[in-house]
């Protein structure tokens, strides 16, 4: 069973103090003090405060406006308890900061229904925040793609203007720091080979690794680290994100893919250096780019799809689930700008990873086209 709600009862009132405690200790963790500065002096959190107006010292009024001064006081619902039922009264109880007001002698029933709206309504809040958590997790990562995505488009545009082996190199470097990554990167030419770091000079031991070549396979993982090897180009990295498995695998997917590019850009550049090579060579490669960016183009469109409902539709039925609470009217304009807020959010990277979806596939359709007029 959960840790019963904390509730304080402010009343310089004994016997009223007495009555609310027995009233509702079997529910609720009842703590009791007989005036505003004893209260005002504990450090406890609560969830309620049932505050007396009419107290010696510090009224209920001021009271609830030294509460309302401290930090994460907006969390504590203030209920006023008074035996004054006037306009006047409820208007500054509510200008001083409280919730709610219930009128002496308190009916237990309406007391007891008062603080059970509160309650729903704070596991109901409390349930947002979770879901804004988990969402806020997933937004992130969503967003990480379609920033890993967005790099891997403008790459592929910068890619097709470079006309040297050290425009290529200066581009993956610049690469490598847009997704915080730390490596070196190989370029060979008819000339030799030729590097750049990300930091540093080449050690001896990244050189033997970078001129590791494999006739097979194209990446290799071990740990943080990655090899991505093609005849005319190796990128190793130092720091893949281990602790986020499918940025991870995204990252190395991305990176292997924009080095095959790379390979057949810096075929094209030895082309127009003078190399001798086939009139058609590299054209199956480039027409296997199309299908693959073709594929990766639809899955892009389907996990933006997904990522619509899964980040929305949770937020829309909590929304409707709140609909059916007795929330105060704080409560609800408190939820409501929660709602907006996420809503803005989430509207704002939808627009974001669509713009970037457009351009992916206009990335596609001219490298099909590239293709189809090479062969």
Not at 250 to 261: F, I, Q, R
Request: hydrophobic residues 40%; charged residues 25%; proline residues 3%.
């Amino acid at each position: 069973m959960g840790e019963k709600v904390r509730i304080a009862i402010v009343d310089d009132n004994s016997p009223q103090r007495f009555i609310l405690s027995k009233l509702l200790g079997n529910d609720y963790a009842v703590e009791t003090f007989e005036n505003g500065d004893a209260f005002l002096a504990s450090t406890d959190a609560f969830a309620v405060v049932l505050l007396d107006i009419g107290m010696p010292g510090l009224d209920g009024y001021d009271t609830c406006r030294a509460l309302r001064k401290r930090h994460g006081s907006d969390a504590t619902t203030v209920i006023f308890v008074s035996a004054h039922d006037t306009a006047d009264d409820r208007i500054a109880a509510y200008e001083a900061g409280g919730d709610d007001y219930i009128l002496k002698p308190v009916a237990a029933h309406e007391l007891r229904h008062k603080l059970h709206n509160i309650v729903a309504g704070r596991e109901a809040i409390h349930a947002l925040a979770r879901q804004s958590s988990t969402a806020k997790v997933l937004f992130q990562k969503a967003f990480s793609r379609v920033g890993d995505l967005s790099t891997v488009v403008d790459a592929l545009r910068k890619l097709a203007t470079q006309g040297s082996h050290e425009a290529v190199a200066e581009l993956f470097i610049r690469i490598l720091g847009a997704w915080d990554l730390n490596g070196a990167v190989r370029v060979i030419g008819h000339d030799g080979p030729l590097d750049r770091t990300t930091d540093g000079p080449l050690s001896p031991l990244a050189a033997s690794v970078l001129a590791t070549r494999r006739d097979s396979e194209h990446l290799f993982e071990f740990g943080s680290r990655a090899l991505v090897t093609y005849p005319r180009i190796a990128i190793l990295i130092h720091n893949l994100p281990t602790d986020e498995p499918e940025r991870r695998s995204g990252l190395c997917e991305h990176l292997s893919t924009l080095a095959e590019c790379a390979d057949l850009r810096l075929h094209d550049i030895e082309a127009l250096n003078g190399q001798p090579l086939e009139a058609n060579d590299g054209l199956p490669k480039l027409a296997e780019f199309g299908r693959i960016f073709a594929q990766i183009a639809e899955q892009s469109r389907d996990n933006l799809s997904q990522g619509q409902h899964l980040l929305v539709e949770p937020l829309e039925n909590l929304e409707r689930a709140l609909d059916g609470m007795s929330l105060t009217d704080i409560q609800r304009a408190y939820l409501d700008d929660l709602f907006r807020a996420a809503q803005d959010d989430f509207h704002r990277y939808f627009d974001r990873a669509t713009d970037i979806d457009l351009e992916f596939r206009e990335v596609v359709g001219r490298l099909l086209k590239q293709a189809a007029n090479r062969g």
